[in-house]
């Protein structure tokens, strides 16, 4: 088992930044690969960012690519999503996720964190 803990939502303005956090414990956190999601009121929930085991490859959504960074800390045992230029459509429950396998990160993670709201204003 793999548990993971967000943190670091809130409300911005738009334009603003924001860092999230993810605590990851229960195996070894660098045989995983991470990711962010996240769901909007009334909508699925969408892929948003993913990193894989060594940290080398990244993978975007196009809605957030260039606006976002996912990165982690092995010794840390954390995963990070800094956001900026933050709209109003980037309101949505962000969520944390592991698997052994990048892909499968990616579309159906093994593991879920509880998720972190972030709420943008215009």
């Known amino acids: 088992q793999v548990q993971l803990v967000e943190s670091g939502g809130g409300l911005v303005q738009a334009g603003g930044s924001l860092r999230l956090s993810c605590a990851a414990s229960?195996?070894?956190?660098?045989?995983?690969?991470m990711g962010w999601f996240r769901q909007a009121p009334g909508k699925e929930r969408e892929f948003v960012a993913s990193?894989?085991?060594?940290?080398?490859?990244?993978t975007y959504a196009g809605s957030v690519k260039g606006r976002s960074t996912i990165s982690r800390d092995n010794a840390k045992n954390t995963v990070y999503l800094q956001m900026n230029s933050l709209k109003p459509e980037d309101t949505a429950v962000y969520y944390c996720?592991?698997?052994?396998?990048?892909?499968?990160?990616?579309?159906?993670?093994?593991?879920w964190g509880q998720g972190t709201q972030v709420t943008v204003s215009s």
């Open positions: 990193i894989t085991w060594t940290g080398k490859t990244t």
């Open positions: 996720a592991a698997s052994r396998d990048i892909l499968v990160v990616r579309t159906n993670p093994d593991y």
């Open positions: 229960g195996r070894t956190f660098s045989n995983y690969a």
